[in-house]
C-alpha cells in the first residue's frame, strides 16, 4: 500500500500521491473522478481528495524538518536551503523530500549567493564559502546578509551586516575577506550601487543611507546622507533594489526613485501607474531577460520590464500558500529561469510557473452559489423554508434571517464570498470563506440579498440573488394603513367641523359681546339721558313747586292785603289777581311739560299704571309720578295745589285703589313698576 499513482494512455508515470506528499493513509480502497478530474479515494480511515488541476502554475512541496526557509539556491545540481535551524540540502527531484543539513552551519541562515560557481552563505554567526563540496568560513562578521557584485570593480564583492560594509577579494581560491569600509556603522539590510558609483544601503529597520566611497572601496568620502520620513513620509520598512540599472525603493506603499539630476527622491510615477497593486510591493528580484518579481503581502506578480514597457505576465496570491506561510518581513524566491522560481515557505517551498496560464481558473465564472438552508426565526421558534422559494414574504415576528450556502466547483483552491443585502447596503461585504449569513431583526420593508463566490485570483461567479419582504405588523398592514388613513380624515373632518362650531362659537360668543357691550353702552347712554331726563325733570318740577310755592304765598299775601285793607282794596282787584294766580298755579302746561318729561325718564310708566290699575285717575297718576320721584308730601302739596293733609288722604286712597297691605311702602310699589 503505497497511495495512488496516476499514468498516461502510453504507461508512462505521471504523478504519485502518498503519504510523503499529501495523502492522510496510504491505503487506498477505493478510487473515484468527479466532472472536475478531481480524485477521491476511499482510504481505511476516511476519503482523501487529489486535485484533478495537475497544471495550475504552481506547485506546493513540503520539506519536513528543515524549519523556516529564507533563501535557496541550486548548486552542484542540489537544492540548498538556507532555514533559520541552518543551511539543508537535497536532491533536484522535489517529489523526494529527504534534506540533510550541511556540517558546520547550523543557527540563522539570511541569504545564498552563487558568484563565481562558489555559493555564498549569509550566516548569523558569519560568512561561509562552499565549492566543491568544501565548507569554509570567509567571515566571522556576526550577523551576515547580503551579497552583491561591485559593478565597477569585477574583483570585489560587497556584503552588508549588523555593524558594516565588508568588502571580499575574488581569488583562484575563491572569495576571501579584504576589508570593511571605514567611516560607516550601521545594521544594514540590502545594499545597490546606482550608476555614478553611489552605494544605497537600506537600514534593517529605519531609513535609507547613500553612501559615497573611494574606489578602492576602503573608506567613506563624505558623511552619508540620510532619507527618512521627510521623503518617503515614514522612515521604517524601506528597502533599496535595482530596476533596469535604476536605483528603486519600496515602502509597501509606493515605489520611488532616485532622481540624478536634481539630487533627489522622487515617487516613481511610472512604475506606480502601470504596476496597479503592485506598487506596494516590499521585494524586488531580477529574474533573467528584463524579468522581475514584485512580492507584495497580499500577492507575488511577475513582471516585464524593457525600457517604458511594462507588462504583467502572471500574479499568484500569498494565499495560495497560507497552509506552509511566507516568511513574514523576509518573503524570498529564486528565479530559476525567466519564467519560473522557487518560492521560499515554512517548512517547504513552492514551485512558480508564470508560462502555465491555466484556464481551469476562469470555470468560477460558471457557477453560482446554492442555496443549502433558508431559516427564519424569532426569540422562540426557528423555521425552515424551501430552497425554491421564490418572493417570500415573512411575518415581521420573525425577522431574523440566516442562509446557508455552498460552492459547486470543487478544487484544493479555497473561494470566499461576498454579499450585498439589498435594502440595507447598496456595498459588497466580504464574508470570508464561510458561506453562512445571518440578518438579525431586519425592519419591515423589501430586500434583496445578492451572493457571489471569489477565487484568490479576484475572479468571480455567477450571482445569486433572493427577493424578500418583511411584511409589517397587522397594526401597521395596508388595510390597517387604510383604516388609520380613513380614521385619521375623519378625525380630522370632525376635527374640523369642531373647529368650525368652536370657531362659529366663539364667533357668537364674540358677537354675543360685542351686543351685550353695545346693550351695555345703550343703556349706560339710556341711563345717562334718564339721569339727565330725571335732573331736567327734577328741575323743571322744582321750578314748578318754588312757583306754586311763589304763587301761594302771594296769594296769601293778597288775601292779608285785603284783610287789611278791606274796601280800599277793590274787588275787583283783589278776584282778578286770585283768579291769575289759581290759573297759574298746576297750569294745564305745566302739567303737560311734566308728565312729557316724566315719560322720556320712565317710559311708558303711565302706561304700565294704567294697565295693571285701569280704576286710576289722572290725579292718581300724578300722584304717581311724583311718589316716583321719591318726593315728600309737602314736596307733592304745592305741585297739586293742596295742602300736605290732602296729599295724605289721596295717598290713602291710592293704596287703597293698588290694593296694597298695611306693611307695604307705597313708594317701594310705585319704584318696583
Not at 68 to 89: H, K, M, P, R, W
Request: overall charge neutral; hydrophobic content about 35%.
Amino acid at each position: 500500500m503505497d497511495g495512488i499513482a496516476v499514468f498516461d494512455p502510453n504507461g508512462s508515470l505521471l504523478f504519485k500521491t502518498n503519504m510523503e506528499n499529501g495523502l492522510p493513509n496510504n491505503t487506498v480502497l477505493g478510487i473515484e473522478t468527479d466532472e472536475w478530474q478531481n480524485i477521491w479515494v476511499a482510504l481505511d480511515i476516511g476519503i482523501g481528495f487529489v486535485s484533478g488541476n495537475r497544471n495550475k502554475g504552481f506547485e506546493i512541496k513540503e520539506i519536513p524538518g528543515s524549519g523556516a526557509i529564507y533563501s535557496t539556491a541550486i548548486f552542484e545540481n542540489q537544492l540548498y536551503l538556507g532555514t533559520n535551524q541552518g543551511l539543508f540540502v537535497k536532491s533536484l527531484d522535489l517529489n523526494d523530500s529527504k534534506v540533510s543539513i550541511v556540517p558546520e552551519t547550523q543557527d540563522q541562515i539570511w541569504d545564498l549567493k552563487i558568484i563565481d560557481n562558489e555559493l555564498l552563505v549569509a550566516h548569523n554567526q558569519g560568512s561561509i564559502s562552499i565549492k566543491d563540496g568544501k565548507v569554509k568560513w570567509i567571515s566571522r562578521e556576526t550577523g551576515a546578509l547580503n551579497f552583491v557584485e561591485d559593478p565597477y570593480n569585477p574583483d570585489l564583492v560587497l556584503q552588508s551586516t549588523y555593524n558594516r560594509i565588508l568588502v571580499y577579494r575574488k581569488t583562484e581560491n575563491g572569495l576571501e575577506f579584504r576589508n570593511h569600509i571605514g567611516g560607516f556603522t550601521n545594521l544594514i539590510r540590502y545594499i545597490e550601487f546606482d550608476h555614478m558609483g553611489n552605494i544605497w544601503a537600506s537600514h534593517m529597520h529605519r531609513g535609507i543611507y547613500k553612501i559615497q566611497v573611494n574606489d578602492a572601496r576602503d573608506t567613506v568620502l563624505m558623511e552619508p546622507q540620510y532619507y527618512g520620513e521627510e521623503t518617503f513620509e515614514k522612515d521604517h520598512g524601506i528597502h533599496v533594489f535595482n530596476v533596469e540599472k535604476r536605483i528603486i525603493f519600496t515602502t509597501g506603499e509606493q515605489l520611488y526613485t532616485y532622481d540624478d539630476l536634481k539630487d533627489t527622491i522622487t515617487p516613481y510615477d511610472l512604475l506606480n501607474d502601470n504596476l496597479g497593486k503592485f506598487s506596494s510591493s516590499h521585494r524586488i528580484v531580477k529574474a533573467p531577460n528584463h524579468m522581475y518579481w514584485f512580492i507584495g503581502k497580499e500577492f507575488i506578480g511577475l513582471f516585464s520590464i524593457f525600457q517604458d514597457e511594462i507588462e504583467l505576465i502572471r500574479e499568484f496570491p500569498t494565499s495560495l500558500f497560507n497552509d506552509r506561510l511566507l516568511v513574514d518581513g523576509f518573503e524570498n524566491l529564486l528565479p530559476m529561469d525567466d519564467m519560473a522560481a522557487i518560492l521560499c515557505l515554512q517548512n517547504g517551498i513552492a514551485i512558480l510557473d508564470a508560462s502555465i496560464n491555466n484556464s481551469s481558473f476562469d470555470l468560477i465564472n460558471q457557477y453560482k452559489p446554492l442555496v443549502q438552508s433558508i431559516e427564519m426565526s424569532n426569540n422562540n421558534r426557528t423555521v425552515s423554508l424551501p430552497l425554491n422559494t421564490r418572493g417570500i414574504k415573512i411575518r415581521h415576528t420573525f425577522n431574523t434571517l440566516s442562509f446557508r450556502f455552498s460552492f459547486p466547483f470543487i478544487s484544493e483552491l479555497p473561494v470566499s464570498y461576498r454579499y450585498n443585502l439589498e435594502g440595507i447596503s447598496n456595498k459588497w461585504l466580504d464574508a470570508g470563506s464561510i458561506p453562512e449569513f445571518r440578518f438579525e431583526r431586519l425592519p419591515r420593508g423589501h430586500y434583496n440579498l445578492k451572493v457571489k463566490a471569489i477565487d484568490l485570483w479576484g475572479n468571480e461567479s455567477k450571482m445569486y440573488s433572493l427577493a424578500f419582504e418583511i411584511l409589517p405588523p397587522l397594526t401597521a398592514s395596508r388595510w390597517a394603513i387604510l383604516f388609520y388613513t380613513l380614521f385619521a380624515i375623519t378625525v380630522l373632518f370632525m376635527f374640523r367641523r369642531w373647529g368650525i362650531r368652536q370657531t362659529r362659537k366663539k364667533e357668537q360668543r364674540q358677537h354675543e359681546k360685542r351686543e351685550r357691550e353695545l346693550i351695555r353702552l345703550r343703556n349706560e347712554k339710556l341711563r345717562d339721558e334718564v339721569r339727565f331726563k330725571s335732573k331736567d325733570l327734577a328741575n323743571s318740577t322744582m321750578a314748578i313747586i318754588r312757583k306754586n310755592e311763589f304763587l301761594i304765598d302771594l296769594k296769601k299775601l293778597i288775601k292779608k292785603h285785603k284783610d287789611e285793607l278791606g274796601s280800599r282794596y277793590p274787588d275787583k282787584y283783589f278776584n282778578y289777581l286770585n283768579r291769575k294766580i289759581d290759573e297759574n298755579i298746576s297750569s294745564r302746561d305745566d302739567r303737560q311739560i311734566f308728565e312729557n318729561n316724566f315719560e322720556r325718564a320712565h317710559e311708558q310708566f303711565f302706561q304700565k299704571m294704567k294697565t295693571e290699575y285701569p280704576d286710576l285717575t289722572s290725579s292718581d297718576l300724578q300722584l304717581c309720578a311724583y311718589l316716583r320721584m321719591n318726593l315728600s308730601s309737602k314736596e307733592i302739596a304745592p305741585l297739586l295745589g293742596i295742602s300736605v293733609r290732602g296729599v295724605e288722604n289721596h295717598r290713602y286712597r291710592l293704596r287703597k285703589k293698588l290694593e296694597l297691605e298695611h306693611d307695604e311702602s307705597l313708594a317701594d310699589k310705585i319704584l318696583g313698576i
